[in-house]
């Protein structure tokens, strides 16, 4: 009896001692899939190209926005990047992440809208960051590098731009000379419409890595940074600090009209409540925790008392 009730702890230690084992690996897996900080909707590495039945997607690490390639003819194609592979645009071809579907025209009177992901729907504070190397500038108004817009109707002309961050070929607009390689911000606010920023000199060269980034703020409005460092920017649009909520879009593009290679695209959320922040933290993992402590503890407790029981009969034994 003494033999079997042995067997029968041992067995339950080396299951507990699994089950912390493979429990604390399981954690490491979370930790790593939420290692995104709460602030950030999207993230696309880029570096990665997937066949998803008739299309191919380059995922997005938070797990919500995967993109898809859009080619015209051929999709953008996998180089070396900043950080390990990105993805080259060739001017022609992008990366399309739906947020609604567009549906219902014609015959119906109005567009319907049909949600996919509207985590991407930022209304009050955002940042749009990215590396990007630009090969070539193409003779178009904005070579995108983040745009989001809306549209309502088929095609590209009937969109609206509502937030992201552009590269100049030195068109004017709105009778402002802007510049060859400055760098464009804008949003698209249900009270003010469109406001765009342009950076006052040119601050892209050809064929070589920057990290770019546009921020629009409630209190101070809207900002451009190359490699960490406020620019300069004049107005061209609107005012650099508009009033109201961003509007609702159709759908993301990342190097629409660019010859570019882009890496690390990141968009944020800066205005997250506290709460929502906390409803979005997983507590399967803290229990994860407790349960193997306790399963710790219990072993170790286990352990003494097999070690004590030993000592004794040993001791028992030699005398």
Not at 9 to 33: D, H, N, P, R
Not at 50 to 79: F, M, Q, R, S
Not at 242 to 262: K, R, S, W
Request: glycine fraction near 8%; aromatic fraction near 10%.
């Amino acid at each position: 009896m003494e033999r079997i009730a042995n067997k029968t702890e041992t067995g339950l230690m080396l299951t507990l001692l699994v089950t912390s084992m493979l429990s604390m690996a399981f954690i490491v897996s979370v930790k790593a899939q939420n290692s995104v900080d709460p602030y950030t909707v999207g993230l696309w590495h880029l570096d990665e190209v997937i066949p998803d039945g008739y299309k191919e997607i380059t995922p997005d690490a938070t797990g919500k926005n995967p993109g898809t390639l859009v080619a015209a003819p051929n999709g953008p194609l996998l180089v070396e990047g900043k950080f390990d592979k990105a993805m080259n645009f060739d001017g022609n071809n992008s990366v399309y992440v739906p947020i609604r579907f567009l549906v219902g025209f014609p015959p119906s009177p109005q567009p319907i809208y049909i949600p996919v992901s509207t985590s991407l729907d930022i209304s009050k504070e955002i940042k749009i960051e990215a590396w990007i190397n630009v090969h070539g500038l193409k003779n178009v108004t904005y070579n995108n590098i983040v745009v989001k817009c809306t549209r309502d109707g088929v095609y590209w002309q009937n969109a609206t731009r509502i937030y992201g961050i552009a590269v100049k070929a030195g068109l004017p607009q709105n009778g402002y000379a802007v510049p060859i390689g400055a760098l464009s911000g804008y949003v698209f606010t249900d009270t003010e419409g469109f406001n765009e920023i342009v950076t006052a000199e040119p601050v892209v060269s050809l064929n070589e890595w920057i990290h770019v980034a546009f921020t629009r703020s409630l209190t101070t409005g809207m900002h451009i940074y190359v490699n960490g460092v406020e620019q300069k920017v004049k107005t061209i649009y609107g005012t650099q600090n508009p009033a109201g909520f961003m509007i609702n879009g159709t759908e993301l593009y990342f190097g629409h009209d660019a010859e570019v290679t882009i890496d690390e695209v990141q968009i944020s959320n800066l205005a997250l409540e506290s709460q929502t922040i906390a409803a979005q933290i997983d507590i399967g993992p803290n229990l994860l925790v407790a349960v193997i402590v306790v399963s710790l503890i219990f072993a170790a407790a286990w352990l003494l008392r097999r070690a004590i029981q030993m000592w004794v009969i040993r001791s028992k034994s030699s005398n």
